[in-house]
């Protein structure tokens, strides 16, 4: 999720410290507490030391948000399909490809990883007709056979 934790730690640093030069200032200021004598130049650089910590952090903030919300998205279709729905996950895919009932159908032959004769077969139709409308369900799914079909689904249901 982070690609680089030091730049995170460092964003992480300067934003302590600038916070706390400021807080002293502050309190300082309130309670008069003794402050940093510092030269204008070198308040102005913890300024936009400041502004940067707080500009990085928040870019940071929404990539990581992003992120989780790509996580639990995934987390719930994972959820979902382990919790009893993933017939209701399936069809939704293949309603999400456009398959025709008698492609999904066809489909979900083919998730079973039955032959083309044997869902011919079962359907009541022609091997030539099965092979067409797995011929299209790979065209729709953009894959070239059943083995990449079925990695596909289970990429994009499961992962």
Do not use: H
Request: proline share 3%.
């Amino acid at each position: 999720m982070i690609k680089r934790p030091a730049l995170v730690w460092t964003l992480i640093a300067v934003q302590s410290l600038c916070g706390g030069y400021f807080l002293w200032e502050l309190l300082g200021s309130i309670f008069g507490l003794p402050t940093l004598p510092l030269r204008w130049q070198w308040r102005e650089v913890i300024e936009i030391g400041a502004v940067l910590g707080l500009v990085l952090g928040a870019g940071f903030g929404v990539s990581l948000a992003l992120s989780a919300q790509r996580e639990i998205a995934r987390a719930n279709s994972a959820l979902r399909l382990t919790a009893g729905k993933f017939s209701e996950e399936v069809d939704a895919y293949f309603a999400r490809l456009a398959l025709t009932p008698a492609e999904a159908e066809v489909a979900w032959f083919i998730l079973k990883g039955l032959p083309l004769v044997e869902i011919a077969r079962l359907r009541n139709t022609s091997e030539s007709t099965v092979r067409v409308q797995s011929t299209a369900i790979y065209r729709k799914s953009g894959t070239s056979g059943k083995t990449q079909f079925l990695s596909q689904i289970v990429e994009d249901l499961l992962l």
